[in-house]
């Protein structure tokens, strides 16, 4: 198959040039891909943004920190005895938290390479190169910056932009910025992409839908920014509408029928996924996809190792799932008796013995047909933005302010989710319902904590209420009497959570090195 995932691993030592450093103020290093003689031809550039999809850059952020915070801090997982893991958990966070500091880190280190990308692109780039093909590579690199200062605003709010990285060196400490213009330089670089990238690509590659849904993504959650008493900007809602309705309707893309073959490596990039990471095997420790090391058991991990503890589902999240609701379920959490057959084929297969995550636990090297495959490098492509949420992001922005709608549209898109998860369609849609059927469909895929955050900056109580009121518990599960017996001893000692709770703390390491991180955020524009 022609993918792009070909293109990452003839990359892998050049995608290093932002690095996993101690502080997202080092300077990245030169090397050959940013050199005056690279960006001589298009597939110059096309290598060039290759190296954004994966690797290096994202493994601080991915592996670190993607699921600690969208799914063990919004209390739809657990893991035990690591500190820094289970401080998310009970919400006792401390400046020397290493998930935040690699949370951060990461993401500014993809913003370090997208910089460094677009500026040589515009700085260097031959003549004899299109201005379409400079615009869509330059498109490429903004995106894939949009989407990492997506990520840092909802997690940490007020954050620093950062345009270039030369500009550190003369000027290495930043204040903040206000989170408004953190969103609005957000919607500008994937406006840009929007409007430069193509309508469809090679696998694996972004175009001009990939942009379009996670700008209708970011205007729905901009919506709510500054608002009070429950409701949100309507003209910001609009434009979530209209980008996230023209992916819908214009786009030509649809779901993957089967809900379960999303987490399968055969379906990597598939017509659904509208933003993965490109991961391959092979690479070494720091450069590959390494969520195998949650797995249940080494009997159908690679070389029968790394299933060191596995992260365990929420009895609330449990609780989301209806009677009917068992292809999802199944896909997402293990319970004690479930048998999965493509796990561990040659063995017979696997039965679950624990409750434990289910999602992205794809098999042994033998099962993915990937013989370097080893507990470090996953082959799994997991998406960052799916056709899905696109789906729910339109209904909801249809819905907007008011407290139900039967819209058609809203209904249609919603409903395709449900129906493809083989559940009843819905008659009425609420935010309740909405926020609901988020959880359930992107559970363990990092996505739940933002939703929180979103719902937080128009309607703060009923974030609160509805993260306090968890039962925010491990559970064990009799297969035979099919009973969840949820373990009160996990939620002891869980704080309640306030509204700053929905603002993650700078590292400790960051505002050493730069103390004005802590003084007040500061307009960009």
């Known amino acids: 198959m022609k993918s792009i995932n070909k293109i990452i691993v003839i990359l892998l030592l050049a995608a290093a040039i932002a690095g996993c450093k101690k502080s997202f103020l080092d300077r990245p290093s030169n090397s050959q891909i940013s050199s005056n003689n690279f960006y001589q031809t298009t597939s110059d550039l096309r290598l060039a943004t290759a190296s954004l999809y994966g690797g290096s850059e994202w493994w601080q952020w991915h592996n670190g920190a993607l699921l600690p915070f969208g799914d063990v801090l919004s209390g739809t997982g657990y893991f035990p005895y690591y500190g820094d893991l289970v401080q998310l958990y009970t919400r006792t966070i401390t400046g020397q938290n290493g998930i935040v500091s690699s949370g951060w880190t990461g993401l500014y280190n993809v913003i370090a390479q997208c910089n460094t ?92 839908w990939s942009a379009q849904g996670m700008l209708g993504k970011t205007y729905l959650t901009m919506s709510g920014l500054g608002q009070s008493g ?45 933003f993965a990471l490109q991961w391959t095997a092979g690479v070494g420790y720091g450069n590959g996809n390494d969520w195998l090391t949650y797995s249940p058991s ?26 009917k609701d068992t292809v999802r379920r199944k896909a997402t959490i293990m319970l004690n008796g479930d048998y999965y057959p493509e796990l561990n084929a040659a063995g017979g297969g696997y039965t679950a013995t624990s409750v434990c995550m ?12 990937a013989p370097t495959m080893d507990i470090w490098s996953s082959i799994e ?14 209904a909801e922005a249809i819905m907007g302010n008011s407290a139900t709608t039967t819209n058609a549209d809203a209904l249609l898109y919603f409903n395709k989710v449900r129906t493809r998860a083989g559940v009843d369609a819905a008659l009425v849609l609420s935010p309740d319902i909405i926020l609901r059927e988020r959880r359930i469909e992107f559970a363990f895929e990092g996505q739940y904590w933002i939703d929180l955050v979103r719902l937080s900056y128009y ?15 491990t559970f064990t599960y009799d297969p035979v009497t099919r009973i969840a017996t949820p373990d009160a001893s996990t939620g002891t000692s869980v704080l309640p959570a306030t509204i700053s709770s929905f603002t993650l703390q700078i590292p400790a390491s960051e505002l050493a090195s730069d103390p004005k991180l802590a003084q007040p955020a500061v307009p960009y524009y």
């Open 381 to 394: 492509h997991n998406a960052i933005l799916r056709l899905a949420d696109v789906y729910l992001v339109y």
């Open 298 to 323: 080494n009997d159908i991990n690679p070389l029968k190792t790394g299933a060191w503890t596995p992260l365990a589902p929420t009895y609330d999240l449990y609780q989301m799932y209806t009677a």
């Open 230 to 274: 429950g409701t949100r900007n309507q003209a910001l809602l609009d434009s979530a509408k209209k980008y996230a309705g023209n992916v819908c309707k214009n786009s030509g893309l649809v779901l993957l029928s089967n809900y379960y073959n999303l987490f399968k490596a055969q379906y990597n990039d598939n017509p659904e996924s509208l």
């Open 117 to 208: 990308v677009i500026n040589a692109i515009q700085q260097q780039a031959s003549s004899s190169i299109s201005a379409t093909d400079k615009n869509a590579a330059i498109a490429e690199a903004r995106f894939i910056r949009g989407v990492a200062y997506y990520h840092l605003a909802v997690y940490w709010g007020a954050v620093p932009i950062i345009e270039d990285n030369s500009k550190l060196i003369q000027n290495p400490l930043l204040n903040r910025n206000i989170v408004s213009d953190v969103y609005k330089f957000i919607a500008k670089d994937l406006t840009y992409a929007a409007q430069n990238l193509p309508n469809s690509d090679i696998t694996g590659r972004v175009t001009t």
């Open 459 to 473: 309607n703060p109580q009923k974030a609160l209420d509805m993260i306090n009121n968890q039962q925010r518990v």
């Open 358 to 369: 289910k999602k992205h636990i794809i098999g042994n090297e033998k099962d993915n047909n």
